[in-house]
């Protein structure tokens, strides 16, 4: 390829797309911490998922998170497969206790 200033600039152009692409997909992404105790302590178990999936908590964790750590907004369901009550938080959340949320979450909309 003989290399021309119009396929530099598409090169370029390529690139920067993809670069957009990139940093538009991480955004999506939804990572949660979930810990047994309050203020991020106990047993945690850490999952990310695409914005808007559901995912229930593991049972070694399920009905008994405390506290949880994420990078964006939040629902908590009572139920497993999002259903039941349910609570959209902002996150951090050292104590669910403040919110009467400890020890019931069994599943999480990312």
Same mark, same amino acid.
């Given at each position: 390829?003989?290399?021309? /200033?119009?396929?530099?600039?598409? /090169? !370029?152009?390529?690139?920067?797309? /993809?670069?957009?692409?990139?940093?538009?997909?991480?955004?999506?992404?939804?990572?949660?911490?979930?810990?047994?105790?309050?203020? !991020?302590?106990?047993?945690?178990?850490?999952?990310?998922?695409?914005?808007?999936?559901?995912?229930?908590?593991?049972?070694?964790?399920?009905?008994?998170?405390?506290?949880?750590?994420?990078?964006?907004?939040?629902?908590?369901?009572?139920?497993?497969?999002?259903?039941?009550?349910?609570?959209?938080?902002?996150?951090?959340?050292?104590? /669910?206790?403040? !919110?009467?949320?400890?020890?019931?979450?069994?599943?999480?909309?990312?």
């Amino acid at each position: 390829m003989k290399i021309t /200033l119009s396929n530099i600039l598409c /090169l !370029f152009l390529a690139a920067f797309s /993809l670069m957009a692409c990139t940093i538009h997909l991480d955004d999506e992404d939804r990572t949660v911490t979930v810990y047994t105790d309050p203020s !991020f302590r106990g047993q945690r178990e850490q999952r990310t998922e695409r914005e808007g999936k559901c995912a229930n908590v593991p049972d070694s964790v399920n009905d008994r998170v405390e506290s949880i750590a994420c990078n964006g907004d939040i629902t908590v369901y009572e139920h497993e497969d999002c259903r039941g009550a349910s609570r959209r938080f902002t996150c951090d959340i050292p104590n /669910l206790n403040d !919110f009467g949320w400890a020890d019931r979450i069994s599943s999480i909309r990312f």
